[in-house]
């Protein structure tokens, strides 16, 4: 078998989310279909991480193992042509069979974008969030400056209980505004996100910059680990999953999957292979 | 009769262009919808131009005449909320009995968005021209150099018989490029455009761009005066219109629409009704 590693955008308007679900349409799927096409078996396709229904993604990244030997150049343009003009593999490459598009990352980036509009914003619909009154980014961003570095996020994430292995703390190494013409971004990089995580803290700030809450509030909400604390989960289309981050090593044979495995509670594998 | 201008964003996509036409879905017939909808009888909407299908605009401009007095504003929001939301009123304001969209304008402004790309842009579907090859920005300036300023457009409109009353020739004020992180938009002000005449200049220069002709051709293919000699018609989905200009004394009751009468080919009102 050989193993690549796709980096993969789409418009996630049109699609229940990422992760193949019966009877709905899903990004996994369409790949799947459209590497079952190209090689005449079911191909697998392992993702980073899911994204839900609406969101978003530039890079997200997945791997896959293939029964035939391709060109990386040719399979994306195999798949390509097997696909919606909604999703698109971006970039294609070998890696070594060890290497696990999820357990092998050791972060994401992500930005949630909001235009400031009182007119609803036509090129915007299903692609950024509009907030209607008037937002304060300096608000934000002292609002921000409680939630960089590691923390127990178990206030910002709809299901915390769902991540038992790994637990609910996570580390943000970036957490940035940006002005926009007619809104903002923003910027959220760390080693993992909960489920939720950035859409939480996305209405959270959102909450503080247009006043509905004072930007050390966030410190208590954090501090409280109760999701009924913190904001509004931000809708879907703002959501854009930026980059999957890898460490060089994962692209090594000898370590690959190994790196992160034991952060993702897959411990027993901490020690790599070989 | 209560006279108003309103100014329109829609997003091109979904449309058959901005005229109303049997059996097709345009922007007219929605804004007159919803004003019919609104007073309880026919309305008319005059626009400052037509757009063809697919083509979007920013900040459209269009008159009506009202058989009920509103504010400003609460017209602007009565309109919204019947309209799709691929059309939205940004802004409506009163004006003098005399004032025309089309008439009193002095100037149109566009951009024709481009993005340059091996793969095919996901969020760009309907909204930029996806380029394929590389292009050489500097060969676009060179060539729009030639353009600026005032000529006989005739080579750069598909239909210049339409435009018989007017004539071809035009003043180009602004023709710039800009680059984006994954492309550039090419900017366009004049004091009119023929048919299809940005799309053609875009067309033109993108071909010089990517070195399919030279831009000293551009200043040839304006002196033939031959549409055959330009380049392509580059596709709709790349282009917005941005503002329709309007010189102050257009909302002046005692000039009002007379200002560009002249110029557009209705001479006899050229002095102003008062």
């Known amino acids: 078998m050989h193993g690549y590693l796709l980096t993969i955008a789409y418009d996630g308007a049109g699609f229940a989310g990422w992760q193949r679900q019966e009877g709905f349409d899903s990004v996994q799927e369409r790949l799947e279909e459209a590497l079952g096409h190209l090689f005449g078996e079911p191909v697998v396709v392992h993702g980073a991480g899911r994204t839900d229904a609406g969101v978003h993604a530039l890079r997200q990244c997945a791997h896959v193992h293939v029964p035939r030997d391709f060109e990386p150049h040719d399979l994306l343009r195999a798949v390509n042509g097997h696909l919606p003009e909604t999703v698109r593999v971006r970039d294609c490459r070998r890696v070594p069979p060890g290497f696990h598009a999820r357990f092998s990352a050791s972060g994401k980036r992500y930005v949630y974008r909001s235009v400031v509009s009182r007119i609803l914003p036509v090129f915007g ?3 950024v969030h509009w907030i209607r009154r008037p937002v304060d980014l300096e608000r934000i961003r002292a609002g921000a400056r409680h939630l960089r570095g590691e923390h127990d996020f178990a206030a910002f994430s709809s299901n915390p209980g769902y991540q038992r292995k790994r637990g609910t703390v996570r580390r943000i190494d970036q957490l940035r505004v940006v002005r926009r013409p007619h809104g903002f971004d ?6 993992g996100f909960l489920y939720n995580m950035v859409r939480t803290i996305a209405g959270t700030l959102i909450d503080v910059g247009v006043g509905r809450s004072e930007p050390d509030d966030v410190a208590s909400i954090l501090a409280s ?5 913190a904001g509004f989960n931000a809708p879907a289309e703002g959501l854009y999953l930026l980059r999957v981050l890898y ?3 994962a692209f090594d044979p000898r370590t690959a999957w190994a790196v ?3 952060e993702c509670g897959v411990g027993s594998f901490a020690e790599g292979p070989g």
């Open 247 to 249: 460490p060089p090593e």
């Open 186 to 191: 923003l910027f959220a990089q760390g080693n």
């Open 225 to 229: 680990c109760d999701r009924r604390r």
């Open 125 to 127: 619909r299903g692609r």
């Open 260 to 262: 992160n495995a034991a």
